[in-house]
């Protein structure tokens, strides 16, 4: 099984400053065949169910803002947010989806400082 | 618009079962795996079972292999979760959710049903 731990578990932020959060895998998330990294970002606010952020660990879904970015490969990956918003208050997740069983990380949970 | 709809949470006792169901709509079912995961109330997300397009490939976690049973009716496009032998560690909100396969990540989620399981 591929464990996923992110960093840190909480993260405090003040409005409009860069906020950066952790994800690494136990082993190996690239797919050689096809260079892409099986590694999402996933956000969710309370009482609402997660939202896909990132896939191929840097490429936003569609409406996703572009202050939201992915990066990594292989192992270490982050989820940065250029210039934190109110409404980016909510827990992060980072999900390797390369083999089963595809674990999340244990969420990093994003206030405003 | 994709839409996916649980239902079939509630109350059940210890060693008790329980059926889930996931409405879909908004696109054409039978082309997409689909997932359920769950989350205990203020935990984290945890994959519990996916079945494929044709229901010929599943899996489950170790937490629930022998006890639940995912399955997927196509002409109703609806995706389901039989839970049996229920324990309180299997209380959470269960999700549904689609798995694009150009991504390939849990793309739509729905709103979830709440399981509690408590004597």
């Known amino acids: 099984d591929i464990v996923m731990t992110q960093s840190p578990d909480s993260l405090a932020v003040s409005l409009g400053e860069r906020a950066t959060i952790n994800c690494k895998s136990s082993?190996?998330?690239?797919?050689?065949?096809?260079?892409?990294?099986?590694l999402a970002w996933y956000q969710q606010k309370p009482g609402q169910p997660p939202k896909l952020l990132i896939y191929?660990?840097?490429t936003r879904e569609s409406g996703v803002p572009d202050r939201f970015s992915g990066s990594g490969s292989g192992t270490d990956f982050t989820l940065t947010i250029s210039s934190l918003q109110a409404e980016d208050v909510a827990i992060y997740y980072c999900?390797?989806?390369?083999?089963?069983?595809?674990?999340f990380g244990q969420g990093t949970k994003l206030e405003i400082k | 618009e994709v839409q996916l709809e649980e239902s079939g949470g509630g109350l059940v006792q210890p060693g008790g079962s329980l059926r889930l169901s996931c409405a879909a709509s908004?696109?054409?079912?039978?082309?997409?795996?689909m997932n359920w995961v769950r989350q205990a109330p203020g935990k984290g997300l945890e994959w519990v079972s996916y079945?494929?397009?044709?229901?010929?490939?599943?899996y489950y976690a170790d937490s629930v292999k022998g006890r639940f049973t995912i399955s997927r009716d196509n002409a109703k496009n609806s995706l389901y979760l039989q839970m049996n032998s229920l324990r309180a560690g299997d209380t959470a909100v269960y999700y549904c959710?689609?798995?694009?396969?150009?991504?390939?990540?849990?793309?739509?989620w729905g709103q979830g049903t709440l399981v509690t399981v408590s004597s």
């Open positions: 999900q390797q989806y390369y083999n089963t069983p595809p674990f």
């Open positions: 908004g696109f054409i079912f039978n082309n997409y795996d």
């Open positions: 079945i494929s397009t044709s229901s010929s490939t599943i």
């Open positions: 959710a689609r798995v694009d396969a150009d991504k390939p990540t849990l793309d739509y």
């Open positions: 191929w660990a840097s």
């Open positions: 082993q190996s998330v690239l797919y050689s065949s096809n260079n892409k990294n099986y």
